[in-house]
């Protein structure tokens, strides 16, 4: 590394943590504070200061908990004004920055890119950037009638929001049921399958053949939720373990939300690495990265197959970086569904048939999604990677909402040259935001055909079906349900439903569109 001259302001990643909790028992179980804060301190470990790092950080950056996302006032625990602080307290530290990402999960890399920036201009020199969370737990107790003692009051400090925070659907997306992130990505599934010419069955196994490989990882991986090895025809079989929950998708393609896990990284500019004595052999560069959002209202996408802003995002931080995807030795793809590693994939030039993995960790459904922080995990585990192979590439991508908010990450223990700077995402977020579109009809009347559906499951089978359909007068985009009797139903399931025609009739306000299949 000697031989490269480093800015002193570049900003490096020089230490990462990450745990996870399987205490069963509701009242011997950390809170996602303390989780957070053991995560903390194994990162300021492994930088080699241990505890001292605590008198130098200036910068607590910590990601929105599940409890402060929208639609979680039912949640009576779990809430803390200023989280960065209260981490900060635990820790002994006296950061003049304590800072609160929004909800979605592209946030940990959206924070890392933040503060790399911030590093990069002199505004911070050494910082944590941390999250957790005790989603598992937290249902568990509540499942139980208990309330646990999640809260700090009044930590002090001032928090600053970073990023925008803001709902993820329309009143009449969220009256169809979209606000759910396990109905509406197998409409995204279905899309897919229709782009490919796939039918159901061949398409199903495909999505188990994706998805194997990712649980042969998390099976490896110390911190997974579920270490657990499973065949393509296991994970793409319906069986009483393994139901539907919006078809095509089967239990096991959903991310696993109810998990206790923590992870943290350490972000400092090179000449406070020097200063404190961070072996060079700890530092990971930030090579490339990027953030930008898809049209922001499902209803509104140019299609449901393809994203234009991880096209556009990739194609920035390639840019910044020097590199190509043929480079990349390590890959973490978000992996909530597995349309959202399809569209990561095909957007990032990445050809169905590379051998290389599309995961670190393991993916959200099998390693563990925990609430926003699932990428701070990708993050520290690439960082391990990478160091134990000195001048391998990473690749992280993050997704918030539904495929909708993305961050890219490029990182690798070789040296960047240069000075640190990355273009201004809002430069190229003017010209996704102008992508051609389908107008959307909230009040749709007519004939129409479908575009792609899901069929909603409970415990009990079948409830009801989503389809986004275009109507044949002016092929305007709308949102309905189908009628829920039986027998449509289990139609839906049993033949393909790309293309369909059928009648489409408005709501009563308040209410939801029916569309009826011929």
């Not at 981490?87 to 006296?94: D, E, R």
Request: aromatic letters at 8%.
């Amino acid at each position: 590394m000697s031989d490269i001259k480093l800015d002193d302001r570049m900003p490096v990643l020089v230490g990462c943590g990450q745990l996870v909790q399987k205490e069963k028992d509701v009242e011997k179980a950390k809170s996602p504070m303390h989780l957070m804060a053991d995560a903390a301190e194994a990162a300021a470990a492994d930088t080699g200061l241990g505890k001292k790092l605590w008198d130098v950080v200036d910068n607590v950056t910590t990601v929105r908990f599940i409890t402060d996302s929208p639609d979680s006032a039912r949640l009576p625990f779990g809430r803390y004004p200023n989280a960065a602080k209260t981490l900060a307290n635990m820790l002994g530290a006296t950061p003049s920055k304590t800072c609160y990402g929004p909800t979605g999960g592209n946030t940990p890399q959206l924070l890392v890119n933040h503060t790399a920036e911030l590093i990069s201009r002199g505004e911070t020199e050494v910082a944590l950037v941390a999250g957790s969370e005790c989603f598992g737990t937290l249902m568990r107790a509540l499942g139980q009638g208990k309330m646990l003692p999640w809260h700090d009051e009044n930590p002090g400090g001032e928090r600053i929001d970073i990023g925008v925070e803001k709902l993820g659907v329309t009143e009449v997306e969220k009256r169809h049921k979209l606000q759910f992130p396990v109905n509406i990505y197998p409409m995204f599934e279905n899309a897919i399958r229709g782009k490919a010419g796939r039918s159901v069955k061949d398409h199903q196994l495909a999505i188990g053949r994706l998805m194997a490989p990712f649980t042969e990882i998390a099976a490896k991986h110390p911190q997974a939720w579920f270490p657990v090895a499973r065949t393509a025809e296991e994970i793409a079989t319906p069986t009483d373990d393994n139901r539907y929950v919006g078809f095509p998708y089967t239990k096991y393609m959903n991310a696993i939300m109810q998990v206790d896990q923590a992870a943290a990284v350490v972000m400092m500019s090179v000449k406070k690495a020097r200063e404190l004595g961070v072996p060079q052999s700890k530092w990971v560069f930030l090579h490339g990265c990027a953030d930008a959002n898809d049209l922001w209202y499902p209803t509104e996408r140019v299609n449901y197959h393809s994203s234009p802003a991880i096209r556009m995002m990739g194609k920035k931080a390639f840019a910044m970086s020097g590199w190509s995807v043929d480079q990349i030795d390590y890959f973490d793809l978000y992996s909530c569904f597995p349309s959202a590693v399809q569209i990561g994939r095909n957007e990032l030039g990445i050809a169905e048939d590379d051998p290389r993995a599309l995961t670190v960790t393991g993916g959200l459904p099998y390693f563990g999604g925990a609430g926003n922080n699932y990428v701070m995990h990708s993050i520290a585990t690439m960082m391990d990677k990478l160091r134990a192979k000195p001048g391998t590439k990473g690749l992280v991508t993050s997704n918030g909402w539904y495929v909708t908010k993305h961050g890219i990450g490029l990182y690798s223990t070789a040296p960047r040259e240069g000075k640190w700077e990355r273009e201004n995402p809002a430069t190229y977020q003017a010209e996704i935001d102008a992508e051609k579109h389908p107008r959307v009809e909230e009040k749709p009347n007519g004939k129409a055909k479908i575009e792609t559906y899901t069929v909603v499951h409970g415990r009990g089978g079948a409830e009801f079906a989503i389809v986004f359909g275009r109507l044949a007068e002016n092929d305007a985009r709308f949102v309905a349900h189908t009628p829920n009797d039986p027998a449509t139903l289990q139609d839906m399931l049993t033949r393909d439903q790309l293309g369909r025609a059928g009648t489409v009739k408005a709501s009563a306000e308040g209410g939801v569109n029916i569309f009826t299949p011929e």
